[in-house]
């Protein structure tokens, strides 16, 4: 699921595609066909544009206004999980069941390099606020962080001991918080790779995890009760 910028809508991947929902009322606005089985979702900045992560390997550009389908992203080689737009809008992120991270020019839809180092599926990627950095966390139980100018990996932290579900930075991009299948959340220090906090609490998997836009909060979200 994904926000729109303003707040407005909230985008759904669904089996057969997308839903765009009104958020408040939860009322579907648009639907956007021609993907089936989606499994990621995420809204550019200005809040034109979706892109939508498939089982079928492929990524989708779509007009957020009129639904229409702009372009197809073609190069990975199983689902894609992870999708992410650049804070600028102008590149799009997408992590694969292929093991590697693929970096997309969203005008041109030119895929401009792909980040090769990690050894199992990658479950999430996410751009710092100030768009050079691209964390991805893996089935590898590891979180890389990639130069976004360069491709080359910066640095890789270790400290999990099961497999890396979701991987997010917090709005001064100082802190990384990682969420993984040990049932644990954890903060690092970007600058440093440092663990500086493991968060413990849940029993299940730790599957998803988000900062609250002034960086004073963290939700977790966890398949337990």
């Known amino acids: 699921v994904a926000f729109s910028p303003d707040g407005r809508y909230l985008a759904v991947g669904a089996s057969l595609g997308v839903v765009l929902l009104d958020a408040e009322t939860l009322q579907p606005v648009r639907f956007f066909y021609g993907h089936t089985g ?14 939508s992560g498939s089982g079928d390997g492929t990524v989708k550009l779509w007009d957020m206004a009129t639904g229409e389908c702009i372009r197809t992203l073609e190069g990975h080689t199983k689902w894609v999980e992870s999708v992410a737009f650049s804070p600028d809008g ?8 292929d093991n590697k991270i693929k970096l997309w ?3 041109t839809g030119g895929c401009i390099r792909t980040l ?3 050894t199992d599926w990658v479950r999430s990627v996410a751009f710092s606020p100030d768009g050079k950095y691209l964390a991805s ?3 590898d139980r590891t979180i890389k962080l990639w130069d976004v100018a360069t491709g080359e990996c910066v640095r890789t932290l270790k400290g999990h001991t099961a497999p890396v579900l979701s991987v997010a930075f917090s709005p001064d991009g100082k802190y990384l918080a990682s969420t993984s299948s040990d049932n644990t959340t954890v903060l690092w ?13 849940h029993t299940k998997n730790v599957k998803s995890v988000a ?3 002034d960086g004073k909060y963290l939700a977790s979200g966890s398949e337990d009760d």
């Open 38 to 51: 989606v499994i990621s979702v995420a809204v550019s900045p200005d809040g034109t544009l979706l892109a």
């Open 90 to 97: 102008r590149f799009l992120a997408s992590g694969s069941g």
């Open 105 to 107: 020019d969203v005008r």
């Open 116 to 118: 090769e180092g990690h």
């Open 137 to 139: 966390g893996s089935k």
């Open 189 to 201: 220090d970007v600058k440093t790779g440092v663990c500086t906090h493991i968060l413990r609490g």
């Open 211 to 213: 900062f609250s836009p």
